[in-house]
């Protein structure tokens, strides 16, 4: 995977924690708040962070439990989706689409890993 692509696609990692995060924050007014955001972030962190495909080039294949490509390709973009989805959920619709697009460019440009993602 090119270093450039790499770098895209933390940052829409980044992207997504903190759409999610900040989608939490609004869901209440109250107190809890504070629980709605960090908990959004720490799920989808552990998510992205614990499942992994042994040799995967983009991860080192760094995980704490080992699952097939399509299952992580699934995790991938249910973490990108909600970040999507959260993005539009706090009234940024134009960032939504925006975010979007990018994560799909990541993947238009991530099709090797892709296609060993799906053999695997």
Same mark, same amino acid.
């Given at each position: 995977?090119?270093?450039?692509?790499?770098? =895209?696609?933390?940052?829409?990692?980044?992207?997504?924690?903190? &759409? =999610?995060?900040?989608?939490?924050?609004?869901? +209440?007014?109250?107190?809890?708040?504070?629980?709605? &955001?960090?908990?959004?972030?720490?799920?989808?962190? +552990?998510?992205?962070? +614990?499942?992994?495909?042994?040799?995967?080039?983009? /991860?080192?294949?760094?995980? @704490?439990?080992?699952?097939?490509?399509?299952?992580?390709?699934?995790?991938? =973009?249910?973490?990108?989706?909600?970040?999507?989805?959260? @993005? /539009?959920?706090?009234?940024?619709?134009?960032l939504a689409i925006a975010f979007? +697009?990018?994560?799909?460019?990541?993947?238009? =440009?991530?099709?090797?890993?892709?296609?060993?993602?799906?053999?695997?």
């Amino acid at each position: 995977m090119h270093p450039a692509n790499l770098a =895209l696609r933390f940052v829409l990692e980044l992207v997504a924690l903190g &759409a =999610l995060g900040w989608w939490g924050w609004t869901l +209440t007014q109250s107190g809890w708040r504070w629980l709605a &955001a960090v908990g959004m972030v720490l799920v989808a962190a +552990t998510l992205w962070g +614990t499942f992994a495909v042994p040799g995967d080039p983009s /991860r080192g294949g760094q995980g @704490l439990v080992h699952v097939p490509g399509v299952i992580r390709l699934a995790i991938e =973009l249910v973490v990108f989706a909600a970040g999507a989805y959260a @993005l /539009r959920a706090v009234g940024r619709p134009g960032l939504a689409i925006a975010f979007g +697009t990018l994560v799909l460019a990541h993947y238009a =440009l991530s099709y090797e890993r892709i296609a060993w993602l799906v053999k695997q």
